[in-house]
């Protein structure tokens, strides 16, 4: 029961980059949000068997990528270590740049949010990565609606 009612919780649905040396990667995450206006602070929930724990780690930053509604079937392709294609700038076909702290930008986000992190908080399975804002920007209109976990036909948590 608990599982059920956690799982009717409302989220958004986003795409992590993280980077650490050469390695990066790109992941589907909903444990996100905002915990702070002064200074800009967000919060993202890791798990610490994934890939992206290592990299978040290792590099001290993160990129929370927001997704286009219309794009719904990205996250599918995020839920375990992507392939890297460094000469063609790819992840797992997704072409991408890197963001002003190293960490992945794909380049059909409709925006990114570009963070260090501050406070590495230990949570039991995840960490509770939390990391000040140092630059943001919109790559499609303001107004593009973004995806949420209601869009799309899965769960996570509970
Ligand atoms: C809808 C959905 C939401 C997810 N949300 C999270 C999340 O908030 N935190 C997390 O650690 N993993 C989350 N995952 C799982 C990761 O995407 C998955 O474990 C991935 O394989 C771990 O990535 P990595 O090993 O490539 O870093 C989610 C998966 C799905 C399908």
Known sequence: MRRRLLWTMPYGLYVVGSRHGDRRNAMTLNFAT???????LLGIGVEKTALTHELIEGGGSFTLNTVSREDRAIVRKFTKPVEVDEAASTLNGFP???GPTGAPVLDQATAWIACEVRQPVDCGGHTFFIGEVVACAFQQAEDTPVLRMEDTRMSYGG
């Open 34 to 40: 905002q915990v702070s206006f002064e200074p800009k």
């Open 96 to 98: 991408f740049h890197d």
